[in-house]
């Protein structure tokens, strides 16, 4: 939707406004957005992991809300770029050790009774993408506004469900039920070096309403407006 007059003004201050670059703008519990941080959504600048992780929050809190008006949505849960690249570290290579706690942050503590689960990916520090595993259809698929496969790390985060479910439910997770999916023609693609931020935020805001992914280049402008927005809100727009 078109923002308000209001609602511009707010994007405007915070995107392009005068202040210290380490001025904080925006704070939950740990997390916080810098002035710094919130001028990279000015068109043109490649997001940093603080603005994203933020957003995520911000879906994170949407997703509560939309499930406390509908009391039979199952929950989601949004994961830091931490995650990823603590379980499949460059170096070292698959380690569930380093995230077997935590599943103890997500809604009932289960992941498999969540609906969908959002996984940034920060790929050699140079480029954002995301996988999603939605729950309870057993799907997992890679989203990349460059177009990559993915594979390495859906095949990733199905050894972690295997490793998750035999270690909190003492029992082995029937992998033939599960598909996994790389990235497909129809995902969304940028068409320059720096809005790879932009494009996972908005594949895990459109993922996580159940909306499809029918944004484009042309919208990346109202969708670093809607971050921006949100971020100050501290909720994302329904």
Same mark, same amino acid.
């Given at each position: 939707?078109?923002?308000?007059?209001?609602? %511009?003004?707010?994007? %405007?201050?915070?995107?392009?406004?005068?202040?210290?670059?380490?001025?904080?703008?925006? !704070?939950?519990?740990?997390?916080?957005?810098?002035?710094?941080? +919130? @001028?990279?959504?000015?068109?043109?600048?490649?997001?940093?992991?603080?603005?994203?992780? #933020?957003?995520?929050?911000?879906?994170? @809190?949407?997703?509560? %809300?939309?499930?406390?008006?509908?009391?039979?949505?199952?929950?989601? $849960?949004?994961?830091?770029?931490?995650?990823?690249?603590?379980?499949?570290?460059?170096?070292?290579?698959?380690? #569930?050790? /380093?995230?077997? @706690?935590?599943?103890?942050?997500?809604?009932?503590?289960?992941?498999?009774?969540?609906?969908?689960?959002?996984?940034?990916? /920060?790929?050699? &520090?140079? $480029?954002? !993408?995301?996988?999603?595993?939605?729950?309870?259809?057993?799907?997992? %698929? =890679?989203?990349?506004?460059?177009?990559?496969?993915?594979? *390495?790390?859906?095949?990733?985060?199905? *050894? #972690?469900?295997?490793?998750?479910?035999?270690?909190?439910?003492?029992?082995?997770?029937?992998?033939?039920?599960? /598909?996994?999916?790389s990235c497909q023609p129809d995902t969304p693609q940028q068409l320059n070096?720096?809005?790879? &931020?932009?494009?996972?935020?908005?594949?895990?805001?459109?993922?996580?309403?159940?909306?499809?992914?029918? =944004?484009?280049?042309?919208?990346?402008?109202?969708? *670093?407006?809607?971050?921006?927005?949100?971020? +100050? /809100?501290?909720?994302?727009? =329904?």
């Amino acid at each position: 939707r078109p923002l308000t007059e209001k609602e %511009q003004s707010i994007v %405007q201050t915070a995107i392009f406004g005068m202040g210290p670059p380490s001025e904080i703008l925006a !704070t939950s519990d740990t997390d916080t957005v810098q002035r710094e941080s +919130m @001028r990279r959504l000015q068109p043109g600048q490649w997001l940093n992991d603080e603005v994203i992780h #933020y957003f995520l929050l911000c879906l994170a @809190r949407r997703d509560e %809300q939309m499930c406390k008006k509908d009391t039979n949505r199952k929950r989601s $849960h949004f994961f830091k770029s931490f995650f990823v690249s603590k379980l499949m570290d460059e170096a070292s290579g698959y380690r #569930y050790q /380093n995230v077997k @706690r935590w599943s103890k942050k997500v809604a009932g503590k289960d992941v498999f009774a969540l609906d969908k689960i959002v996984f940034p990916i /920060n790929v050699g &520090g140079v $480029h954002w !993408t995301c996988a999603v595993a939605f729950m309870q259809e057993k799907k997992i %698929q =890679f989203y990349d506004s460059m177009g990559g496969g993915g594979q *390495r790390y859906v095949n990733g985060l199905l *050894r #972690y469900f295997e490793d998750e479910h035999k270690d909190k439910k003492k029992a082995s997770l029937d992998t033939s039920e599960w /598909n996994l999916v790389s990235c497909q023609p129809d995902t969304p693609q940028q068409l320059n070096g720096f809005d790879c &931020g932009v494009f996972t935020c908005m594949f895990a805001d459109f993922l996580s309403r159940d909306m499809p992914l029918i =944004f484009s280049q042309e919208h990346v402008t109202e969708c *670093r407006e809607r971050i921006a927005l949100s971020i +100050m /809100n501290g909720s994302a727009l =329904f």
